[in-house]
Every structure is written in structure tokens, then in C-alpha cells.
């Protein structure tokens, strides 16, 4: 059993910062890929930001320069820091993490987040 709890999402002005977490906890071996989606209202929900196991990343084009994803392996965590907030990044965030479960496993099964809400507005 895996669980992930989101925490860091609010109300926020136009030109500011928040900054989400997402920590896992149960029967963990290693955390693959670990990645932050978001979805909009009556809109599909869209990848923001992504990072590897070898701290590669990838960022959506409406995010870059704005939005910083990291990890931190020890605390089985990944932080995505947001910058300089427009309304249009309102959303209920999620994370999405690739876990595998024990040794010798060559697969990874996908967790999902409960969401946090991230309203932008002045």
C-alpha cells in the first residue's frame, strides 16, 4: 500500500508564489518518475512538470521559467515551487508518482494524489 498526501495549494494574488509537496509513504522500494498534473475547470487535466530519478526535467512551455519542480529522495518527496502566478494557473493540482514496491520488480505502478486547490485571483 501506497499513500500520497498533497499539501501547499491556497489563495494566492496575481505575481505570487506558493509551493506544493507531495510525500509518499507505505511499501516503497524506489520512486521513479515524479510528476505534478493539473486540471482546470471543463478542461483535461495536463501535465505541468516532471522530474526523473536522475533529476532529469521537463516542464510544460506555459510553466517554464516560472515553475521549479525538485525532489528529495530521503524524504520520498517532490516539491513543485511556483513563481510569479497568473490566474490562468488556477487548478486543482495533483501529483503522480512511479513507484516501485520491492527489489527485482521491473515495473512501477502509478500513484495518484488527492489534489490541492490552487486559486490565483486578486
Known amino acids: 500500500q501506497v499513500q500520497l498526501v498533497e499539501s501547499g495549494g491556497g489563495l494566492v494574488q496575481p505575481g505570487g508564489s506558493l509551493r506544493l509537496s507531495c510525500a509518499a509513504s507505505?511499501?516503497?522500494?524506489?520512486?521513479?518518475?515524479m510528476g505534478w498534473y493539473r486540471q482546470a475547470p471543463g478542461k483535461q487535466r495536463e501535465l505541468v512538470a516532471a522530474?526523473?530519478?536522475?533529476?532529469?526535467?521537463n516542464y510544460a512551455d506555459s510553466v517554464k521559467g516560472r515553475f521549479t519542480i525538485s525532489r528529495d529522495n530521503a524524504k520520498k518527496t517532490v516539491y513543485l515551487q511556483m513563481n510569479s502566478l497568473k490566474p490562468e494557473d488556477t487548478a486543482v493540482y495533483y501529483c503522480?508518482?512511479?513507484?516501485?514496491?520491492?527489489?527485482?520488480?521491473?515495473?512501477?505502478?502509478?500513484?495518484w494524489g488527492q489534489g490541492t486547490q490552487v486559486t490565483v485571483s486578486s
Open positions: 503522480k508518482l512511479h513507484i516501485q514496491s520491492r527489489p527485482g520488480s521491473i515495473s512501477t505502478t502509478a500513484y
Open positions: 507505505g511499501t516503497i522500494f524506489k520512486i521513479d518518475v
Open positions: 522530474i526523473t530519478s536522475g533529476e532529469g526535467t
